[in-house]
């Protein structure tokens, strides 16, 4: 029985994983996910390095070397100190560069760290920001600091620095939002001086379920000055609007729901993104419209101002996880039950009724085999015992006839050579009497 169970649930379980997971939702996600050739989104700057030569003696002659073109800042008081008396020496590169000028960059030796835009690795490690506020200072002002310290740490051989995170906000004065929300009424874009945003890219109004979002873009904040936060003054200007503002390639989103799904969608993207976007040069329309397409995924996945559809109990799936457990438990019960059958009780039956019946059944089968007189005297023995058992007599006197049997017995087996057939193996050797 308990191995018929065990095979009945191995075949649920197995039938199970073929089962697919039900896929509920709305609709395909309309978000565009054309294949982009390298080179396409602009992401390459075109400029020119110094030879692999050129920039081992430069930064063989400087500690620091920084390349025309170079975006990436830090606190270079916090990273002198950091250094000390190493020998770490800095070169840092431009963004946008082709494969071929990236490998000109690692192949000059003498530099411990190169900086590629604003990714960072040293002589074995990486270093890259793994939260919000991370992301948030490398992409928003070019603040590498926090990665510099790590790396500086383990060239070092020390234990890594506390988090530095110097980013700090500031509130615009009337001055600065006026312009701002000017041309947000006008068009519903505002391109700051220096941006690279040309406009909404295609698929905007899907991000927000048809509502065309406004944006504000502006370069990348000067490095250690507080940035202004434009978001508040422009979702107090233009209520219940989605608003985007992007600082270089940082994008921050202000507006209904923001605080559902503004850190989901900004956790995801920068996770996913976040490597390209440090080492590359994309224009700022091509960084917003895949963070849109990313927005319109998580509002078709239903975790967006809309709720999750009704999903019905599924008692099978609860179950699943413990059909291996009820699977083990049937094969252990069915181990012991065929190890006892096996090896056989090793409790004789002890009660009259159980003695008499099982000496009973040895005394046949040894009749078979000899005609001993103590097997004569044993059925004596026997059928009184019976007798007394019928009459109601007391155990103890039924007791003593079976004892006395049972000794008879173990003298015939015995000289037969039977080990076998000694009553106090062949009692405990599977045949199983009650009492």
């Not at 509002?299 to 009820?326: N, T």
Request: contains cysteine.
């Amino acid at each position: 029985m308990f191995l018929g169970a065990a095979v009945v649930l191995v075949v649920v379980f197995l039938l199970s994983q073929t089962q697919g997971d039900v896929d509920v939702s709305y609709a395909r996600s309309p978000s565009g996910k054309d294949a982009v050739r390298e080179g396409d989104a602009g992401e390459w700057s075109g400029v020119g390095l110094p030879s692999v030569e050129e920039m081992t003696a430069m930064v063989r002659r400087d500690r620091v070397v920084r390349l025309p073109g170079s975006v990436a800042y830090w606190d270079t008081g916090r990273v002198e100190r950091a250094i000390g008396g190493a020998d770490i020496r800095i070169l840092v590169a431009p963004p946008g560069l082709s494969d071929r000028q990236q490998d000109q960059v690692r192949d000059v030796e003498a530099a411990t760290i190169r900086i590629l835009g604003l990714d960072v690795s040293g002589s074995v490690y990486g270093a890259a920001p793994d939260d919000l506020a991370s992301w948030r200072g490398v992409f928003a002002t070019g603040d590498v600091t926090g990665l510099l310290l790590s790396l500086v740490a383990s060239e070092r051989k020390e234990s890594a620095p506390p988090e530095v995170d110097l980013f700090s906000w500031r509130v615009p004065s009337a001055g600065e939002v006026a312009p701002v929300v000017a041309d947000l009424r006008a068009g519903g874009v505002h391109v700051a001086a220096g941006a690279t945003l040309g406009g909404l890219p295609g698929g905007a109004d899907t991000a927000f379920g048809g509502r065309r979002p406004l944006v504000a873009a502006f370069p990348v904040q000067p490095f250690g000055q507080p940035v202004a936060e434009y978001g508040p003054a422009l979702v107090k200007a233009f209520p219940g609007v989605p608003v985007v503002v992007m600082y270089g390639d940082w994008v921050a989103y202000y507006g209904p729901f923001a605080g559902d799904f503004a850190e989901v969608v900004g956790a995801g993207f920068y996770a996913r993104f976040g490597s390209r976007l440090s080492t590359y040069a994309y224009p700022q329309g091509a960084v917003l419209g895949t963070y849109l397409n990313s927005v319109t995924d998580v509002r078709f996945a239903g975790l967006f101002d809309r709720p999750l559809p009704y999903q019905p109990y599924d008692p099978l799936r609860v179950a699943l996880p413990a059909l291996p457990w009820l699977f083990g438990l049937c094969v252990l019960v069915f181990l012991v039950l065929s190890v006892r059958s096996v090896l056989g009780s090793k409790a004789p039956p002890r009660r009259p009724p159980g003695r008499l019946a099982g000496l009973t059944t040895l005394a046949v089968e040894l009749s078979s085999l000899s005609h001993a007189p103590g097997l004569t005297r044993a059925l004596g023995r026997l059928e009184a015992a019976r007798s007394a058992l019928a009459e109601g007599l007391p155990d103890r006197h039924v007791a003593g006839l079976l004892s006395d049997a049972q000794r008879d017995l173990d003298s015939v087996a015995r000289g037969l050579g039977r080990a076998e057939y000694r009553p106090v193996n062949y009692l405990a050797g599977g045949v199983s009497w009650r009492g």
